[in-house]
């Protein structure tokens, strides 16, 4: 990782001096000629010499190529040692110091150099010195501007880098956020499974000894339920035809448990079929009313099932409850809000009075 950032950065240098080089190169002509645009140097710079003015121009390019290679040498010095992030003001202080101590020291060096090849230039004009001084303060706005420019690409890389830092931490969340709440829901959904056996299992076993024959067709239509719940239990929300489908076979065991007196009513739209439900939900409720209530051939036990002025899955009973206390093995309720909390933004409600007792479930989308 640490070689690929090394290569990922020279490349990155590299990059720069080719695109800087250029812009510095004009830049150094502009600048200097802002700073004293009647100079009479100007009137004539063009009638000179094509060997003339080659000569120059690579000495200017000398003079931008060692002011860039500085200011680039002083940024990745101090990048290692004074950080921006770390200390920015006295980074901002000593880049700005040293910019402007290596532009002169560049300048001071060539004129030394132009000194011990040309001796005569030695002695200088004012003209020459005022030359002299804008060539110097030229380099030092170069120089400032080299390193502002460098700055600003430093700031920007490390804000894609952030950016990109924070898309993947975020991703990585929700994808954790993802495989937690699939473990939830599949921890519920392993719950639906001794609940339902336990049931029909006592039912079964009551039934084996009081009429043989039927049990044997309850073991038969109880395999054929148990085996559509197994299909089912892998997806996490079923059409509301498949569940209604379902209702309809179970409803089944439930008249061998309590024969006529529980009452079943079931109305839903056929534009509402194609909506969904957590799997077994239904049958939850339809064990949670049965546990909790009376249902004798005196006081029957009605369970209505249909859509509301809300467009919302309502199920509701006669409230009737039983006068003894049953054991509760905490599914049944609890265990529908659960699934629908990792399913949507919509909860289930819950509304009990003196006579009704009543859930109403949001009907989820179902992807493709």
Not at 51 to 62: F, S
Not at 87 to 102: E, K, T, V, Y
Not at 128 to 151: E, F, G, H, P
Request: glycine fraction near 2%.
């Amino acid at each position: 990782m640490a070689n690929h950032k090394t290569i990922s950065d020279r490349a990155f240098y590299q990059n720069f001096r080719f695109f800087i080089l250029p812009i510095v190169f004009f830049c150094f002509y502009i600048f200097v000629y802002l700073l004293n645009p009647y100079d009479p140097f100007w009137n004539v710079y063009f009638d000179q010499s094509i060997y003339t003015l080659l000569t120059e121009w690579i000495g200017v390019m000398i003079v931008c190529f060692l002011i860039t290679e500085s200011s680039l040498f002083i940024a990745r010095w101090l990048d290692r040692h004074i950080p921006w992030i770390e200390s920015p003001i006295l980074r901002f202080f000593c880049q700005f110091f040293l910019q402007i101590l290596s532009a002169v020291i560049v300048i001071s060096i060539l004129f030394y150099i132009d000194h011990l090849i040309y001796p005569s230039h030695h002695n200088y004009s004012q003209n020459d010195k005022a030359s002299a001084w804008q060539v110097c303060m030229v380099s030092i706005v170069i120089s400032t501007l080299i390193s502002a420019i460098y700055t600003a690409d430093f700031f920007l890389r490390k804000w894609k880098m952030s950016m990109l830092e924070t898309s993947a931490l975020e991703l990585k969340a929700y994808d954790l956020n993802q495989i937690a709440m699939q473990a939830e829901l599949q921890s519920l959904k392993a719950q639906l499974d001794p609940h339902f056996m336990f049931n029909n299992f006592s039912t079964l076993s009551s039934l084996i000894v009081e009429n043989p024959d039927s049990a044997l067709l309850f073991l038969d239509n109880l395999s054929k339920v148990y085996r559509y719940m197994i299909i089912n239990l892998s997806r996490d929300i079923i059409s509301l035809k498949d569940e209604i489908k379902f209702i309809h076979s179970y409803i089944y065991l439930i008249k061998i448990r309590v024969s006529d007196n529980l009452q079943i009513n079931i109305n839903i739209p056929e534009d509402y079929e194609i909506k969904g439900v957590p799997p077994i939900t239904l049958q939850l409720l339809i064990e949670n009313a049965i546990k909790h209530n009376i249902a004798s051939r005196s006081r029957p036990l009605h369970i209505d099932i249909n859509i509301n002025e809300e467009g919302w899955l309502e199920v509701s009973n006669n409230l009737q409850l039983v006068n003894f206390h049953i054991p509760s093995t905490r599914v049944g309720l609890k265990n529908i809000i659960s699934r629908y909390r990792l399913l949507s933004d919509a909860c289930p409600q819950i509304i009990e009075n003196e006579s009704t007792f009543i859930v109403k479930l949001p009907l989820l989308e179902i992807s493709e």
